[in-house]
C-alpha cells in the first residue's frame, strides 16, 4: 500500500514562493496520474495540479496557471509542486494523491484519487 507524505508548506507574504514536496513509500507510483489537490476550511478538496504518468503532460486548475507548475522525480518517488506568486486565495491544506480510479468526467476529482497523505499546510498573508 502507498503511503504518501507531503511537505514543505509555511507561511509566505503574498508574492512569494513555495515548493511542496511529496514522497511516496510502500510501492510505486511511476506508473500513476498523480496531481495535487487543496482543501481550504469549509470548502470542498479541489484540484490544483496534475501530470500524466510519463511526466510528458501537465494540467492546471485556471485559478493557478502560469503561478504554479508541477514536476516528478521517478528516482526518487517524488512529485513537486513549485508555487509563485502566492496570493491569500492559496491558503490551504495541500494534498497530493495518485489517481487509482477514473470515473468523474473530468478525471480530476477527488474521488479518483487516494489514498491520501496528512497534508501540508499553506497560509499566505496580505
Known amino acids: 500500500q502507498v503511503q504518501l507524505t507531503e511537505s514543505g508548506g509555511g507561511l509566505v507574504q503574498a508574492g512569494g514562493s513555495l515548493r511542496l514536496s511529496c514522497s511516496a513509500s510502500g510501492s510505486s507510483v511511476s506508473s500513476y496520474v498523480m496531481a495535487w489537490f487543496r482543501q481550504a476550511p469549509g470548502n470542498e478538496r479541489e484540484f490544483v495540479a496534475g501530470?500524466?504518468?510519463?511526466?510528458?503532460?501537465?494540467y492546471y486548475a485556471n485559478s493557478v496557471k502560469g503561478r504554479f507548475t508541477i514536476s516528478r522525480d521517478y528516482a526518487n518517488s517524488a512529485v513537486y509542486l513549485q508555487m509563485d506568486n502566492l496570493k491569500p486565495e492559496d491558503t490551504a491544506v495541500y494534498y497530493c494523491?495518485?489517481?487509482?480510479?477514473?470515473?468523474?468526467?473530468?478525471?480530476?476529482?477527488?474521488?479518483?484519487?487516494?489514498?491520501w497523505g496528512q497534508g501540508t499546510q499553506v497560509t499566505v498573508s496580505t
Open positions: 494523491a495518485p489517481r487509482t480510479t477514473l470515473r468523474s468526467l473530468t478525471g480530476w476529482s477527488a474521488a479518483d484519487f487516494g489514498p
Open positions: 501530470v500524466s504518468w510519463d511526466g510528458g503532460s501537465k
